[in-house]
């Protein structure tokens, strides 16, 4: 029998009105926590400028962030409690007594999640991704957050240090990441009231402890002549680790706009993979979302033939844990290279699809 467009209407407004309820439970849950959390920051003494209505409007701008974090559980839930409570009502039963099968009316749930995750990721996402950029802006100027202390560019990298006195950028074109040099480097010193002091070209820069070891260094300032030495040893107080730090976090990227920096980052020689790793995981959302569809309709038309509703929530429950862990373990392993960041991000939404898929199967078939 072919689903009407009638039922098909209905089953979807179910699904959105579900979704949509657990995940404004979600939303408001995390929002209270976040709230209180930064609350309790930025209640030290050294923080008088982070007022309350500064830290509700930093909770407020986090909310974009965490709402992509918990949609694929909200989907899991909304669906369980949704095909729950038709299949309860008899809704369902007397569907497939008419001959619809599961498969015909989770099309246009699976279509909706579609949809949905294809909102998120091209829409959604920029939005929520400017917010975070905002808020890790304001982290550091009124919480002490790490500040970024690195630029990425089509001219190439930019770097600010700053010492006791003396405040320095740094621009080069790429770093080998292997001994920490910059190639083609331009260095402009200043004292702390911005007064220019000199500028250095050199053609790479080695960072070692305490220092950046310049080759073939000319330096120049005003109203003294150039000077040329061999090396040249400018102190510093970077670290590797902390260039690494300061690249903007995948977080605060657009999903448009990661393909561009992936390429502006490997052209200057840094690791790209925690970027990649991001933009892939944000292309695997739709399927995600599909894969949570399939797990909450499982469960739950599994209830009125066989019984036992709060177990089987709890299998859905714990299922979704399974996939969060799941996911954290495989992402951290691509992460760290050990497997290919492609499989990395698509393993969790294709194995949960699999298993949903199969699971139906021998529900409707077996």
């Not at 509700?56 to 409570?85: D, S």
Request: charged letters at 15%; proline letters at 4%.
């Amino acid at each position: 029998m072919r689903l009407s467009p009638t039922l098909s209407f209905y089953i979807g407004k179910q699904f959105i009105t579900g979704i949509a309820i657990v995940f404004l439970v979600f939303v408001v849950t995390i929002f209270i926590f976040d709230a209180v959390e930064l609350l309790r920051r930025g209640s030290g003494a050294n923080k008088e400028f982070a007022t309350v209505g500064l830290m509700l409007q930093m909770a407020l701008l986090r909310i974009p962030f965490m709402a992509q974090k918990v949609l694929p559980f909200a989907a899991l839930v909304g669906g369980l409690w949704t095909f729950t409570r038709l299949t309860k009502n008899h809704e369902l039963v007397v569907a497939r007594a008419a001959g619809v099968s599961a498969w015909q009316f989770l099309v246009p749930v699976l279509a909706l999640a579609l949809i949905l995750g294809t909102f998120t990721i091209t829409v959604f996402n920029p939005m929520s991704a400017a917010m975070v950029n905002r808020y890790e802006q304001m982290d550091a100027r009124y919480l002490g957050g790490k500040s970024s202390l690195l630029a990425l560019s089509q001219s190439g990298i930019w770097l600010r240090q700053t010492d006791t006195e003396v405040q320095s950028v740094v621009h080069a074109r790429r770093i080998s990441e292997d001994d920490v040099t910059l190639h083609d480097v331009i260095i402009f010193s200043f004292l702390k009231d911005d007064q220019f002091i000199n500028r250095i070209d050199a053609e790479e820069a080695t960072l070692s402890k305490g220092s950046w070891k310049l080759s073939e260094a000319v330096i120049t300032g005003p109203d003294q002549p150039a000077a040329f030495h061999d090396t040249y040893l400018l102190p510093t107080s970077l670290t590797f680790d902390q260039i690494e730090d300061s690249f903007a976090p995948p977080e605060t990227l657009s999903f448009w706009a990661l393909p561009g920096f992936i390429k502006v980052l490997e052209a200057s020689g840094f690791s790209a993979v925690a970027h990649k790793l991001h933009w892939h995981s944000l292309l695997a959302g739709p399927l995600l979302l599909c894969a949570m569809v399939l797990i909450a309709a499982t469960f739950s038309l599994r209830f009125r033939r066989r019984g036992g509703v709060w177990v089987l929530v709890a299998a859905a429950v714990m299922t979704g844990f399974i996939l969060y862990f799941l996911s954290d373990l495989v992402l951290a392993l691509g992460l760290s290279g050990n497997i290919p960041v492609a499989l990395a991000a698509w393993t969790p939404a294709g194995i949960f699809t699999l298993v949903g898929i199969a699971s139906l199967f021998h529900l409707e078939d077996g």
